[in-house]
């Protein structure tokens, strides 16, 4: 029984000494190539223009004309939100407007137009009688008590017509101040009541509807999320430690989890120059140069935005460092190398090997 346990382990040992001599040194040849520093950052696609819907008033959710995936024309009537105080005081307003318009009310005018013209008459016949009255006073052929019982009339009907401009005028500003009062209430009322009734501000497609019919809604949460159809934008975080190495026009190569064995080329576009104080990032927005087939708002992406190429140059996979600053010849020697500029796989070797050397990776 001990010589066959002893022989079992003979054998395995044997085994894994046979395979560990088997294992052969991973190589590569020393060559010129293009490496890349770049500022990683985070992000989200974005609809173009993608906003949520907010509800201007308090209420509950009575009408929803649009279904998730659905295309809209801006102005489209999106929800409404019950208004039955609203609506009644529209009605209200309206009943005012009709009641104070200016044109309903012009037969007061008439009626005291009437009056100014028989005032007017009244005064140009008692003031030739007067005329009269004062030439016969002088010739003394009437007393004087008839002269001034004339002079009276003619100053009393004076009085009359004057009196009836100033009415005539003064009811000719109020229907007018009524009117425009009456008016403005009936469009304040009406803005009042569109509130209730929420449109689309863009022709774009409904990406998301956050309530349901019969639901409150407040304007603090947002009822929808409504944007571009067929144009996308990519919105990215950077960190407040990088931000100043970014710039308009830098390329960008986008990672996306939808599309794992592709990238896609992107560039900056804009730098929204306001610190998040609660993440210590800046938010950097870019456009696709060659945009995904198909692709959705809020989808994740890591970006990674070019700093500084450098073509033609010795680089090597990061992996054959050894202790981050020497690598190993294939003929065995172990060199100290002078770094240049890293990405995330590969290393610029500015001195201590030839595009001529062999380096391997030693076995453990």
Do not use: W
Request: hydrophobic content about 40%.
């Amino acid at each position: 029984m001990e010589i066959y346990l002893f022989n079992r382990v003979f054998i395995a040992c044997f085994l894994l000494s046979l395979s560990a001599c088997s294992k052969k040194a991973e190589s590569i040849k020393v060559n010129f190539g293009t490496i890349t520093e770049s500022v990683y950052a985070s992000g989200i696609i974005k609809s173009q223009n993608q906003y949520q819907v907010f509800a201007p008033v308090n209420g509950i959710l009575e009408t929803i004309f649009v279904a998730e995936d659905d295309y809209v024309n801006k102005g489209q009537v999106l929800f409404v939100i019950s208004n039955e105080i609203s609506k009644l005081s529209r009605e209200n307003a309206q009943l005012l407007a009709n009641f104070n318009d200016f044109e309903g009310n012009s037969n007061k005018l008439k009626e005291l137009k009437l009056n100014i013209d028989f005032s007017k008459n009244k005064m140009l016949l008692d003031s030739i009688n007067f005329k009269r009255q004062k030439s016969l006073f002088e010739e003394k052929i009437i007393s004087k008590s008839q002269f001034e019982q004339s002079e009276l009339l003619f100053q009393n009907s004076n009085t009359q017509y004057n009196s009836s401009l100033i009415k005539y005028s003064d009811l000719k500003k109020q229907l007018n101040f009524s009117d425009e009062q009456a008016k403005r209430n009936l469009q304040i009322s009406e803005k009042s009541e569109s509130d209730f009734i929420i449109k689309s501000e863009l022709r774009g497609k409904v990406y998301s509807i956050l309530k349901e019919k019969g639901e409150m809604v407040n304007t603090q949460t947002p009822i929808a999320v409504v944007g571009r159809a067929s144009d996308f934008l990519i919105e990215m975080q950077i960190d407040e430690n990088d931000i100043v190495r970014i710039k308009k026009g830098q390329k960008i190569i986008i990672h996306m989890d939808s599309y794992k064995s592709k990238t896609f080329e992107a560039v900056v576009v804009k730098i929204n120059p306001f610190l998040n104080e609660r993440s210590k990032t800046f938010t950097v927005e870019a456009k696709f140069v060659n945009m995904p087939e198909v692709l959705y708002p809020n989808l994740s992406l890591e970006a990674n935005i070019i700093i500084f190429e450098q073509n033609n140059t010795i680089t090597i996979p990061r992996k054959y460092l050894i202790d981050n600053n020497f690598v190993m010849k294939k003929s065995g020697e172990k060199v100290k190398v002078r770094k240049g500029l890293l990405d995330f796989e590969k290393v610029e070797i500015l001195s201590g090997i030839t595009k001529n050397d062999y380096l391997i990776i030693p076995v453990e």
